[in-house]
């Protein structure tokens, strides 16, 4: 990988994490008081947002990965490039995504596509999802 490479790249996933850190002010999470923001970059350039919303039923809440990747789909987006998360209670913290969305990131994902995470010193940190998701189920003929 090129000196250019990483850093076209670095200015893509910090444009991300700026969108995720604006969707994320629009997180409903009156009950936890911890507002998530996600965008996703899919294969063919476009950004999909998502926030969680929580509801007074408190497993009725949905995941901001979740929103996002929901968008994603309905916008006709296929494969996931790059997931990445701003979570926290107050002002940003590290927030590392739930189970349930790693298994729905690796619905869209390959082994090797990277999750970004701020880190506690403030720098984003990519995972892979088959380090996320060790072992995840998957079904031979998904598509
Ligand atoms: N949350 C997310 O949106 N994504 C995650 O990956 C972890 C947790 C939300 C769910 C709930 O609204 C709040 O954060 C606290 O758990």
């Excluded at 936890?32 to 007074?56: F, I, K, P």
């Excluded at 009725?60 to 309905?74: K, L, N, R, W």
């Excluded at 729905?104 to 506690?120: C, H, K, N, P, Y």
Aim: proline letters at 3%.
């Amino acid at each position: 990988m090129s000196a250019d490479r990483i850093e076209i790249e670095n200015d893509t996933i910090r444009a991300l994490f700026e969108a995720a850190a604006i969707v994320r002010a629009q997180a409903h999470a009156p009950y936890s008081g911890y507002r998530v923001g996600a965008a996703v970059l899919d294969d063919q350039g476009d950004t999909w947002l998502g926030c969680n919303v929580e509801n007074a039923s408190y497993p009725e809440g949905s995941c901001a990965e979740t929103a996002a990747i929901a968008a994603m789909v309905a916008g006709g987006g296929q494969r996931i490039q790059h997931v990445v998360i701003a979570g926290g209670h107050d002002a940003i913290e590290p927030c590392s995504p739930c189970g349930g969305c790693r298994q729905r990131i690796s619905e869209f994902a390959d082994g090797d596509t990277q999750v970004w995470l701020m880190e506690a010193n403030g720098t984003l940190t990519a995972y892979s999802v088959a380090d996320l998701l060790p072992a995840g189920f998957t079904l031979v003929d998904k598509r």
